[in-house]
């Protein structure tokens, strides 16, 4: 149990195109999914926590217009970063709580994006 | 002061060994604690969860809490060269569910 599906895997784009990066909770619902950011060696670094039906929390220093986050039902939040740019390319990872069983209950992780920007 | 510590590694063992890798929290009242294995260029994957003093065991992981000191630990035994990864210790807020706090990793090299 706990899946967390994340897609597309890879992206490799133009520079100032838009990308779009999903996060589903497959076999349970979370009102409240998280975005990080990744870059090689480094530590996981989140941008936002995206709650479902509001506005998502964006971390200090994340720009809220350039990495915008819908979390639209209980089962899928999406990124979108916006005329990306060779400095946003970097693995993003999405991650989701199985909040109907109560506090305590650890993030799931999906499988990652890796973006590209030429 | 950061949230949550661990020492970056490598911590190198060999196989067969017993690995021992351990994370210090700051904040007192932090109620769930969890690790995770992140292989190199993958994304991190829960392995064990531990929410009261004491030890935890499940299959060749054990997971090891004590709240007075602040401490929670992970040891692996009979070490294989696949655990060789990144080890993640996240912790929970209790007064925010939502909250987590992730420590940096300990890199570990299981040498055959």
């Known amino acids: 149990g706990a899946v967390v599906s994340q897609h597309p895997s890879r992206v490799i784009c133009k ?3 838009s990308v779009k990066i999903e996060c589903r909770s497959l076999d349970f619902q979370a009102t409240t999914m998280f975005w990080y950011r990744q870059f090689p060696k480094k530590s996981l ?5 995206s709650n479902e ?7 200090q220093g994340v720009e809220k217009d350039k990495f915008l986050i819908n979390h639209a039902s209980l089962t899928l939040s999406t990124l979108t970063v916006t005329s990306a740019h060779p400095e946003d390319s970097s693995f993003y990872i999405c991650s989701a709580r199985d909040t109907g069983t109560g506090v305590g209950q650890p993030q799931h992780f999906g499988d ?3 973006l590209s920007i030429l | 002061q950061k949230e949550v510590e661990q020492n970056s590694g490598p911590l190198s063992v060999p196989e067969g060994a017993i690995a021992s890798l351990n994370c210090t929290y700051s904040d007192r009242v932090s109620q769930s604690f969890f690790w995770y294995r992140q292989y190199s260029g993958k994304s991190p ?3 064990m969860s531990i929410y009261s003093n004491g030890d935890k065991e499940d299959g060749r992981f054990t997971a090891q809490l004590n709240k007075a000191s602040q401490y929670v630990s992970l040891l692996i035994r009979d070490s294989q060269p696949s655990d060789s990864a990144t080890y993640l210790c996240a912790v929970n807020a209790l007064y925010n569910f939502n909250k987590f706090y992730f420590g940096s990793g ?6 055959p």
Do not use: D
Request: glycine residues 12%; proline residues 0%; hydrophobic residues 35%.
């Open chain 1, 45 to 49: 670094m989140l941008m936002a926590t």
């Open chain 2, 45 to 47: 994957e829960l392995i």
């Open chain 1, 112 to 114: 990652g994006t890796r």
């Open chain 1, 53 to 59: 039906g509001s506005k998502a929390t964006y971390e």
């Open chain 1, 15 to 17: 520079s100032g195109t």
């Open chain 2, 106 to 111: 300990t890199k570990l090299n299981v040498k």
